[in-house]
Nanobody, 121 residues
Framework: QVQLVESGGGLVQPGGSLRLSCAASGRIFSFGDMGWFRQTPGKPSRELVSTITAGGHTNTSDPVKGRFTISRDVAKNVVYLQMDNLKPEDTAIYYC??????????????WGLGTQVTVSS
């Protein structure tokens, strides 16, 4: 099994910055795409924030493009989300997601438990 441990959430004023981290561990063959999704109260599903492949290719949603930057340490299996110029509408629970190949060569997906980000004055 894979465990994803998120950290870095909290309360910040509009215009401020936060950096989220997600550390992945477990007995697996390899990790594929990793990334961040978020969910706000009242919305039925999680929305894409940003993802990154093992090769460094990124996909970032329009609402955060230019403000959020995803990066990854492939050797340590850690993915980061640098969030700058935060807005109240960025308030959400942020979830880390990882795709991986397990030791039996099955393709699987893991999710973290989420970290709260609140942007408020």
């Amino acid at each position: 099994q894979v465990q994803l441990v998120e950290s870095g959430g909290g309360l910040v004023q509009p215009g401020g910055s936060l950096r989220l981290s997600c550390a992945a561990s477990g007995r697996i063959f390899s990790f594929g795409d990793m990334g961040w999704f978020r969910q706000t109260p009242g919305k039925p599903s999680r929305e894409l924030v940003s993802t990154i492949t093992a090769g460094g290719h990124t996909n970032t949603s329009d609402p955060v493009k230019g403000r959020f930057t995803i990066s990854r340490d492939v050797a340590k299996n850690v993915v980061y989300l640098q969030m700058d110029n935060l807005k109240p509408e960025d308030t959400a629970i942020y979830y880390c997601k990882a795709e991986y190949i397990d030791i039996d060569w099955y393709s699987r997906i893991a999710w973290g438990l989420g970290t709260q980000v609140t942007v408020s004055s």
